[in-house]
């Protein structure tokens, strides 16, 4: 028996003392009290370090009654905030699996080899080109990171010097282009990787929100003319705020012609690809450098999954390799007899800025495995026709305003009364948005081009048709209950 007294074998019995409380949560019927009963339960939970420790049937216990029933409805039928969503079942299924039996992602073992295999079929599903090193990592924003920080790379080795070991040369300014409308973890990236935040520059968009090329290609060559240095170009292939695609075989083409590195930032959108009516917006992608992709958004894996794809390895490697250490050397075998005389297929703590990692690989690999190309097709076509099904309902409704044409699976509205001032408008529709999400009715909010909406995204494979509708319908009547101004 262990001396510390932890319990290592009572893995069946815990997991299923809790599927009760997991099925009744997972069927989203009991009122969420998770935010407005929040001194309750934080009250339960707000405790002091235990000394002595209260066992395993009192962490069981404080789950299944506590936090279980307190915890975040994401996936409830009808979510369509922000670009998340709970884990589908076989992801769920294959993260248990692997906290048990594959913590890690190293070594010759099935979850290793998961891994790259996973990698693979994404490269196969979203049809990224060949030579790519795949790498799993915690999201975007690091998928965003690992991709600029090749970009950077290349940039300094391109003239001569070695940005990992040396940092960036102080003697010229260095800039990554990319539209208006990029994730802000682009800004975040650039600071971290010594570009500078303020290095990033914000390309104007056309109506449509996609970068405009021409306005690209002139500040090219304003800052050529100056002496600035390209680091990448990158290209959103599905903006969070409206899921707008920029021309990116126009980038691809600009990026070839000055020989600049192209990112494609494709976390949320570039599983839209596989739509037939759209994929032609992301031919180029195949010539990018570089390409983040969110599993844990479209695909709906669990969180802490995305993934980034960068064609020259050895870059990649150069970029991110880590200072040998003897612990970490490896027993110089030849020939593999034990699980831990290899790292397994790929060295991926030399790729990227994690070392230890859990394989998640394993969820993208099961959840692919359940539904196929296809299964994820239908659903991203669905979620597609959710978006155009709101903007047909906002563009036949007097009272409604669509923000955008969608191009993926967000459609940016608002309820707009006759008469009301933008200010108004504004203050209305966050008062809608308020009271939508008190009754368990999750859109999120943002701003087109200055005016606040009320942005639905549809990711989550739980959402119907009903449940688009039924957000509509909410937004009328709320809107017409609450208008300033009678119309
Ligand atoms: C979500 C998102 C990110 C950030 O990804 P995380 O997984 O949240 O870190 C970056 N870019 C785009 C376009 C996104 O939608």
Not at 353 to 373: F, Y
């Amino acid at each position: 028996m262990a001396t510390d007294r932890a319990e290592c074998s009572r893995i069946a019995e815990s997991v299923e003392a809790l599927l009760p409380a997991l099925e009744r949560f997972n069927r989203f019927e009991a009122p969420d009290r998770s935010g407005s009963g929040r001194q309750m339960w934080s009250a339960a939970l707000d405790q002091p370090l235990p000394q002595r420790g209260e066992g395993l049937d009192s962490v069981l216990s404080a789950l299944e009654q506590t936090i279980i029933p307190n915890g975040l409805r994401s996936g409830a039928p009808g979510f369509s905030g922000w670009v998340t969503t709970a884990p589908t079942t076989a992801g769920v299924a294959a993260m248990l699996a692997s906290s048990v039996a594959g913590a890690q992602r190293y070594w010759v073992q099935a979850f290793n080899a998961l891994e790259t295999l996973a990698l693979q079929w994404l490269i196969e599903l979203l049809d990224l080109g060949s030579g790519l090193q795949g790498l799993f990592l915690s999201g975007g924003s690091v998928a965003n990171l690992i991709g600029l920080g090749a970009a950077r790379q290349y940039a300094g080795e391109r003239v001569g010097c070695d940005p990992s070991r040396d940092g960036l040369p102080p003697d010229r300014r260095w800039r990554v282009y990319a539209s208006s409308e990029v994730h802000h973890c682009v800004f975040r990236a650039a600071g971290v990787l010594g570009i500078g935040r303020q290095n990033v520059e914000r390309i104007d968009v056309d109506d449509e929100l996609r970068v405009l090329p021409g306005a690209l290609e002139r500040a090219l060559e304003r800052d050529a003319r100056a002496g600035v240095a390209p680091i990448a170009i990158v290209a959103s292939a599905g903006t969070v705020n409206t899921g707008a695609v920029d021309p990116i075989s126009d980038l691809a083409r600009i990026a070839a012609e000055r020989g600049i590195w192209l990112h494609v930032d494709g976390a949320y959108g570039l599983f839209g690809r596989l739509d037939p009516r759209i994929a032609h917006l992301f031919e180029g992608v195949e010539r990018a450098q570089s390409i983040a992709v969110d599993p844990h958004k479209w695909l709906a894996a669990p969180p802490g999954c995305g993934a980034a794809f960068v064609r020259d390895r050895a870059l990649l490697e150069r970029a991110f390799t880590m200072e040998p250490a003897d612990y970490a050397e490896g027993a110089m075998v030849t020939e593999v007899r034990s699980t831990f005389d290899s790292p397994g297929d790929a060295s991926y703590h030399q790729l990227g800025v994690e070392m230890s990692a859990r394989p998640r690989g394993v969820t993208v690999w099961a959840i692919l495995k359940e539904i196929g190309a296809e299964g994820l097709r239908e659903r991203i076509v669905r979620h597609n026709d959710f978006a155009r099904h709101v903007a047909m309902r906002a563009g036949t409704d007097p009272r409604l305003e669509a923000l955008h044409e969608p191009t993926l699976s967000i459609c940016c509205f608002r309820y707009r009364p006759n008469g009301a001032s933008e200010v108004q408008i504004d203050r209305l529709n966050a008062d809608i948005a308020q009271r939508l999400r008190e009754e368990g009715i999750v859109p999120s909010t943002t701003r087109v081009r200055g005016t606040f909406a009320i942005r639905p995204c549809f990711i989550n494979p739980r959402t119907m048709r009903a449940d688009v509708d039924g957000l509509v319908d909410r937004v009328c009547a709320l809107g017409d209950a609450l208008a300033p101004v009678t119309r």
